[in-house]
């Protein structure tokens, strides 16, 4: 597996690759198992062939009106456990108005030079959609390249389609358990620079770090959840507040506001992640900030009870 960061391209800066690429299609929104099986198998042609494995996806995509799950960023990092080696970015609006085949002809044949390409069935692509599956695998098979269209990947004793649908869906009943799930073990997260707040949760004793969300960043139901932070090589574990604050602050924007337990280091300024594991409760304005305080600490008992059953034990 490639340890190694997948490079992130824009169209205007991707390479010529003589030897050419395997092409993953689709957005990949939450990277669901459905996801994984036909980036995997990309990465895995890519490795047999001699060839460079590229994840295509889009900026500014039309149906994510509500955020996206995954920044660009957290994508590519998500991306580089799968051992891909880059990760072409489209302007949604710059492509959506051109024609199917001027698609294939100008990004996957001239631009990508891709030598085997992998997509859902439900796949869509050119102005108003007007591409799909059957034309991709005409077109490949007509341009001499290997192709491989994935049928729909069914999940539960009901079989529902595996879709980033599904996945929006169980964020916002803030069931991150649920997310998990869907993506084979990969937590719904937040990254991000911490930055400082009005500090009451150190008065309180409580100290706190804090991390906005991106506007463009899919918003989970607003509540406290038990999470896991990652600083640099270290993984901590403590409670975390996505919301806006109503008792002490009410924020305009959604603050990512995290107890660390064992940890009592000023880290202002620095690149942390945030995986949401477990809900424990929603967000709620209280009375006073005594009534507040006593809540925390219950929230603190609750995850650290939730965090032993995963058979991890904390001091305090």
Same mark, same amino acid.
């Given at each position: 597996? $490639?340890?190694?960061?997948?490079?992130?391209?824009?169209?205007?800066?991707?390479?010529?690759?003589?030897?050419?690429?395997?092409?993953?299609?689709?957005?990949?929104?939450?990277?669901?198992?459905?996801?994984?099986?036909?980036?995997?198998?990309?990465?895995?042609?890519?490795?047999?062939?001699?060839?460079?494995?590229?994840?295509?996806?889009?900026?500014?995509?039309?149906?994510?009106?509500?955020?996206?799950?995954?920044?660009?960023?957290?994508?590519?990092?998500?991306?580089?456990?799968?051992?891909? $080696?880059?990760?072409?970015?489209?302007?949604?609006?710059?492509?959506? #108005?051109?024609?199917?085949?001027?698609?294939? #002809?100008?990004?996957? $044949?001239?631009?990508?030079?891709?030598? +085997?390409?992998?997509?859902?069935?439900?796949?869509?692509?050119?102005?108003?959609?007007?591409?799909?599956?059957?034309?991709?695998?005409?077109?490949?098979?007509?341009?001499?390249?290997?192709?491989?269209?994935?049928?729909?990947?069914?999940?539960?004793?009901?079989?529902?389609?595996?879709?980033?649908?599904?996945?929006?869906? +169980?964020?916002?009943?803030?069931?991150?358990?649920?997310?998990?799930?869907?993506?084979?073990?990969?937590?719904?997260?937040?990254?991000?620079?911490?930055?400082?707040?009005?500090?009451?949760?150190?008065?309180?004793?409580?100290?706190?770090?804090?991390?906005?969300?991106?506007?463009?960043?899919?918003?989970?139901?607003?509540?406290?959840?038990?999470?896991?932070?990652?600083?640099?090589?270290?993984?901590?574990?403590?409670?975390?507040n996505v919301g806006r604050r109503p008792t002490v602050e009410d924020t305009n924007g959604d603050i990512v506001e995290t107890?660390?337990?064992?940890?009592?280091?000023?880290?202002?300024?620095?690149?942390?992640?945030?995986?949401?594991?477990?809900?424990?409760?929603?967000?709620?304005?209280?009375?006073?900030?005594?009534?507040?305080?006593?809540?925390?600490?219950?929230?603190?008992?609750?995850?650290?009870?939730?965090?032993?059953?995963?058979?991890?034990?904390?001091?305090?």
């Amino acid at each position: 597996m $490639n340890s190694d960061l997948t490079t992130v391209y824009y169209l205007d800066t991707l390479p010529y690759l003589h030897k050419g690429r395997a092409v993953a299609l689709g957005f990949f929104d939450g990277i669901h198992m459905g996801h994984k099986e036909i980036i995997r198998k990309t990465v895995k042609t890519a490795v047999l062939q001699g060839l460079t494995s590229t994840v295509l996806t889009f900026s500014n995509f039309g149906k994510c009106g509500n955020g996206l799950i995954q920044t660009v960023e957290e994508k590519r990092e998500a991306l580089s456990l799968l051992g891909v $080696n880059e990760l072409l970015v489209l302007d949604f609006n710059a492509v959506k #108005d051109m024609p199917a085949e001027w698609f294939l #002809d100008e990004i996957i $044949n001239m631009k990508l030079t891709s030598c +085997a390409l992998f997509a859902g069935k439900d796949y869509r692509f050119g102005k108003d959609a007007g591409g799909d599956s059957k034309l991709l695998k005409e077109y490949a098979e007509g341009h001499g390249m290997d192709v491989e269209i994935f049928d729909d990947r069914l999940y539960g004793e009901e079989g529902r389609r595996l879709s980033s649908t599904w996945l929006r869906e +169980a964020l916002a009943e803030g069931d991150v358990s649920l997310y998990s799930e869907l993506t084979g073990g990969s937590a719904f997260l937040y990254s991000g620079m911490v930055i400082h707040g009005k500090e009451l949760g150190r008065t309180l004793g409580f100290p706190t770090v804090n991390i906005e969300v991106p506007e463009n960043k899919f918003k989970v139901r607003r509540g406290v959840y038990v999470s896991r932070v990652t600083l640099g090589g270290r993984k901590l574990y403590g409670v975390t507040n996505v919301g806006r604050r109503p008792t002490v602050e009410d924020t305009n924007g959604d603050i990512v506001e995290t107890f660390i337990f064992d940890f009592d280091e000023i880290i202002y300024g620095a690149r942390i992640k945030v995986e949401l594991l477990d809900f424990i409760r929603p967000e709620r304005k209280f009375a006073s900030v005594d009534e507040l305080s006593s809540q925390v600490a219950e929230d603190k008992e609750t995850a650290k009870t939730r965090l032993a059953k995963r058979g991890i034990i904390l001091g305090v």
